[in-house]
């Protein structure tokens, strides 16, 4: 068996345990929706003068902070197999021995794209129309997933350096808060006091916000998304090398 | 002599901790090794380095004849590993499983159904096959463990504390499965911090502490290092353990060691056992057990480090915290 069939395996029994797992199902299929919906009704009148024109505004935006949430369950799951010894099992078997995090990765990636393509169905039933080429949604989904994969290496460190998957998710959501809320996903950057501009047009969520709304509704797209794949670039080569570093340490101490 | 597993010299540190502090070990294939230690000792660490998850500081080791650091994807494929805590997927159930380890080994699709099917049934799992891993008692989860570490037919097996936190009757039920396997050819390492455990299945003990070999040899060596036997008294009425204590003591000239109601003390005389006999019942001390016995492993352990063997911590995991 090659070395990518063993990652298949093993990112087809990450989404396997979604089936017993409700909990995580609901986190990412129910609450972005709720997000959604929640923002659209309450903010969407006074943020935008009506709910039809804030919600070309917030689906994108919404998209994108789901995604940045959704990361954490590869921390989540990583360490769960550190902590229970699974981890150890892969790694007494004759495979490759980058294959166990391969696939944990790799299926993140399906339940990232499902979760993009769930709240689009959904934001089409509540009126949104495309106003842009439909390879937009294409390019899309391949910016929103490089980026996913980048943050997937900070979740991994977070991961290995956990005691229990409990603190996984505690250290996720509220580092996470604040870097998906100081950006342009409910409001537009012009509305915010000049002193936070620059950290929310810096942040990448906001920069994948934009590209996402320029892909999806027209507007620019360029310089967002090449800026959002700079990120990307960077979180990868920092924290790849740095997750894999102390994945090690922790595996040598044990 | 054929060897399935051998060790030189291994050391092994963690912090300030000395894991491994120079072990040898030799097992000939077909035989069963029992690893013999109090929690510390350091024999999960021995068998994390046999199994290619830990680099060894110091010394060698070779496993069907590979080196376990230069050719650890050769070993990996050679060995079964049950770990001290059920290392399957709680999420999945148990044939899933026992299917996706067979997926990873290289079974087409069609084997590894046979495969989990098998080994299902082979170790009493079928009924359960369908449920979520965590929903199985203690026993039937370290049973699914075995059986994840079978699926490839492994000639070697390493059983790190398999049956600890067992109740009574789940460890025997492993038992048997292990002499199975045993019989059918595997070599076993397998380590213990029961005695009863290592006297039952294993050719040969190795007795390890602080990460040093103290002992090594079959069961009744080792008892014979000891010598001497023990008096083993229980009255029936627990009212009576003083008595029983001080008529013990009189007699044999060394104080007995009590254990709830159970008296214990090693006797280098047999005949004196007649002259605690006659005195219990000249003092009307009825006894629910009077035993002459050889020595136990727990025996051989005290004699050897001055502690005994058993001590469990209740958190079970202590050994090899960095």
Redesign the interface.
């Known amino acids: 068996m090659s070395s990518l069939q063993q990652t298949l395996t093993l990112a087809w029994r990450s989404l396997l345990q979604l089936r017993r797992n409700p909990w995580e199902l609901m986190d990412f299929s129910i609450q972005p929706i709720l997000f959604l919906l929640l923002f659209l009704y309450v903010f969407g009148g006074a943020v935008a003068g009506s709910t039809a024109a804030y919600l070309d505004f917030i689906l994108p935006g919404v998209i994108v902070m789901n995604l940045v949430f959704v990361t954490v369950y590869v921390g989540h799951g990583l360490n769960t197999d550190l902590t229970r010894g699974v981890f150890d099992r892969f790694r007494a078997l004759p495979i490759a021995r980058w294959s166990p995090l391969a696939g944990r990765i790799l299926a993140d990636m399906v339940k990232q794209a499902w979760c993009v393509l769930l709240l689009l169905v959904v934001g089409f039933l509540l009126g949104f129309r495309l106003g842009a080429p439909v390879s937009g949604v294409l390019v899309m989904l391949a910016l929103l997933l490089v980026f996913a994969f980048a943050m997937s290496w900070i979740m991994v460190l977070v991961g290995v350096v956990a005691r229990d998957p409990e603190h996984v998710q505690l250290f996720g959501f509220t580092a996470l808060f604040p870097v998906t809320f100081l950006s342009n996903v409910f409001v537009p950057l012009d509305t915010l006091p000049p002193f936070i501009r620059a950290v929310v047009a810096a942040n990448p969520v906001s920069l994948l916000a934009e590209a996402s709304r320029g892909l999806l509704s027209g507007g620019p797209v360029l310089e967002p998304a090449l800026w959002s794949l700079v990120w990307a670039g960077v979180i990868t080569l920092v924290f790849a090398p740095l997750s894999l570093w102390a994945l090690n340490r922790r595996l040598a101490r044990s | 002599m054929d060897e399935a597993i051998r060790a030189e010299g291994l050391v092994k540190q963690?912090g300030a901790t000395r894991a491994l502090d120079g072990i040898d070990l030799s097992v000939p294939r077909g035989t069963v090794l029992g690893l013999l230690g109090p929690n510390g000792a350091g024999k999960t660490t021995a068998v994390?380095i046999l199994?290619?998850?830990?680099?060894p500081d110091a010394g060698q080791a070779w496993v069907d004849g590979c080196d376990v650091a230069s050719e650890a994807?050769a070993v990996?494929?050679r060995?079964g590993?049950t770990?001290?805590?059920?290392?399957?997927?709680?999420?999945?159930t148990g044939r899933?499983n026992l299917i996706?380890?067979a997926?990873?080994?290289?079974f087409s699709r069609r084997d590894a159904r046979a495969r989990a099917g098998e080994l299902l049934v082979e170790f009493g799992l079928e009924d359960a096959a369908h449920r979520?891993v965590?929903t199985y008692s203690g026993g039937m989860r370290r049973r699914l463990d075995l059986a994840?570490s079978l699926v490839g037919r492994p000639r070697i097996l390493f059983l790190d504390e398999p049956t600890t936190g067992l109740d009574p009757r789940a460890r025997l039920d492993l038992w048997n499965l292990i002499r199975e396997l045993v019989a059918q050819g595997t070599t076993v390492l397998l380590t213990t911090q029961y005695l009863e455990e290592a006297d039952s299945l294993a050719d040969e003990i190795v007795v390890i502490d602080q990460g040093r070999v103290i002992a090594s040899g079959t069961s009744d060596q080792l008892k014979a290092r000891i010598g001497g036997q023990t008096l083993v008294l229980a009255p029936e009425h627990e009212s009576d353990v003083a008595t029983a204590l001080s008529i013990v003591t009189e007699i044999v000239g060394r104080e007995p060691e009590v254990d709830g109601a159970r008296l214990r003390v090693p006797v280098s005389d047999p005949a004196l056992v007649p002259a605690v006999v006659r005195r219990l019942d000249e003092s009307g001390i009825v006894a629910r057990e009077l035993t002459l016995r050889g020595a136990s492993l727990d025996d051989v352990f005290l004699t050897l480090t001055g502690r005994h063997a058993s001590v469990e911590t209740p958190a079970g995991d202590a050994e090899?915290?960095?």
């Open positions: 963690f994390r199994a290619t998850l830990l680099a994807a990996r494929s060995i590993l770990g001290q805590y059920a290392s399957v997927d709680e999420k999945l899933e996706l380890i997926r990873l080994l290289g979520p965590q994840a090899a915290a960095p």
